[in-house]
């Protein structure tokens, strides 16, 4: 108790705050059980675990039940939590981007991924004039509108890439020319989305000012530089040391010290932390493979699957169904439209142009609309800098729920009849195994 006291933090909060994480723990591994049985990636079910323990359901019903379980000092306590997953989430997204993936279908991967989010952020920004004057405030500061708009089209073009492997995987599509496509392309996706983020974090920090803007952008390569020409030789020699010697343990908390402190000073740049340590997982080596996988991307998938459910709730709870108007619910047939009109025809058009049959291009179409988690991450980053108010972080929320349920559903039908003539005209293995391989190391990674 009297410690508790001297370090700034009731027993009543601290034990509130632990009953807490156990209600998270279990209604995202009960909803995310669900959502696999309902053939939906595990995501979807512990966000719509957050959205029932938040205003939206369990606060509708008499006794403040929502108020009463998460109170308010406890929150912020949940949201540390889920900002420490978050990172150390990013780190493994960063590792675990592989190159090889890219390189068999690097022309059309890199027109599909530049088409797709292209045509996703200019219906974004044009559909950013009808939404802004009813957004343009948040907790009472008026935000520019370029800053709006340009957050809009980069919530557009995400594609959530450890949701899209998941995906292939329970449709057995991993294998075939829209399973590998759909991942090059994501991956693509995934890094020209995070760039657009950080864009987005700078000119928010920035409030417009273009002598704040460019001395951020030029702090950001510094730091780039830094990470590739200085830490990145450091970090290999370290990890190759280690790794002989099996000094395990110590090994992961260093590097889990590092993509901290990468946040930290992407934080202090003036970019988000997410970032820094996505940058910090990126500059990571990637051999010896099979050592690393075994003994330290295995200790980093348990701590995702405690730490990141804490994440999907906290984004629950910001979630207002009560908050939403007739003319938001107008505002969000809007936005879920225009989010997959972007999507699929940035896909599909590239995609005829290359060669591929109808069906391949719609699949590919649907598979680059799945947001899930990395739409969750760039929705939290925009409310944490202030540019999202609670009803369009709603709508945004809502929209990344439909466009990463819709794709199972409408891909299973298709696949379900293609598969085994695949597997029926040729008995042998595939024959992309390095690209196969890759994408198989994508799957472990919460989705």
Avoid at 37 to 59: D, H, T
């Amino acid at each position: 108790m009297n410690v508790l006291a001297a370090g700034g933090l009731k027993e009543s909060t601290l034990a509130m705050l632990l009953l807490d994480i156990g209600v998270v723990l279990l209604a995202g591994a009960a909803l995310g059980r669900l959502a696999q049985r309902l053939r939906q990636p595990a995501v979807v079910g512990e966000i719509a675990a957050g959205i029932l323990l938040g205003p939206s359901i369990l606060g509708l019903l008499p006794g403040n039940l929502t108020e009463r379980l998460f109170p308010a000092e406890v929150r912020p306590l949940l949201s540390a939590v889920a900002q420490v997953g978050l990172i150390l989430f990013m780190f493994v997204v960063g590792w675990e981007f592989e190159k090889r993936l890219i390189r068999p279908h690097a022309g059309l991967a890199a027109g599909v991924s530049l088409s797709s989010i292209a045509t996703a952020f200019g219906l974004g920004v044009a559909l950013a004039p009808f939404l802004y004057p009813d957004h343009a405030t948040v907790a009472g500061k008026e935000i520019s509108f370029i800053a709006f708009a340009t957050f809009l089209g980069t919530a557009m073009s995400v594609t959530a890439f450890p949701v899209l492997a998941r995906i292939l995987t329970e449709n057995r599509l991993l294998e075939t020319r829209v399973g590998t496509l759909s991942l090059a392309s994501a991956a693509i996706d995934d890094l020209l989305a995070w760039c657009l983020l950080a864009y987005v974090s700078a000119l928010v920090t920035s409030g417009g000012d273009y002598t704040d803007l460019a001395w951020i952008g030029l702090l950001s390569v510094g730091f780039v530089a830094l990470m590739f020409l200085v830490v990145k030789p450091l970090v290999a020699r370290l990890v190759w040391r280690w790794a002989a010697a099996e000094r395990w343990p110590a090994l992961v908390a260093v590097l889990c010290a590092g993509a901290l402190g990468s946040a930290v000073l992407t934080t202090w740049i003036g970019i988000h932390a997410i970032f820094g340590a996505f940058l910090f997982g990126f500059v990571m080596p990637r051999e010896p493979a099979r050592v690393l996988a075994e003994h330290l991307r295995k200790p980093m998938d348990n701590v995702s699957v405690v730490l990141l459910p804490v994440f999907f709730i906290v984004t629950g709870l910001g979630v207002n169904l009560g908050a939403l108007s007739g003319k938001d619910y107008v505002a969000l047939a809007l936005i879920v439209t225009v989010a997959c009109a972007g999507k699929l025809i940035g896909a599909i058009v590239p995609a005829r142009i290359a060669g591929l049959s109808w069906r391949e291009s719609r699949d590919l179409g649907l598979l680059m609309n799945t947001r899930g988690l990395t739409e969750l991450i760039i929705l939290n980053a925009a409310v944490s800098l202030g540019v999202l108010d609670e009803r369009m972080f709603t709508m945004l929320v809502i929209m990344a729920l439909v466009t990463t349920a819709m794709a199972g559903p409408l891909l299973s039908r298709r696949s379900a009849a293609e598969t085994p003539k695949t597997s029926q005209a040729s008995k042998t293995p595939p024959q992309t195994p390095q690209v196969s391989e890759s994408a198989a190391d994508f799957i472990t990674p919460r989705t």
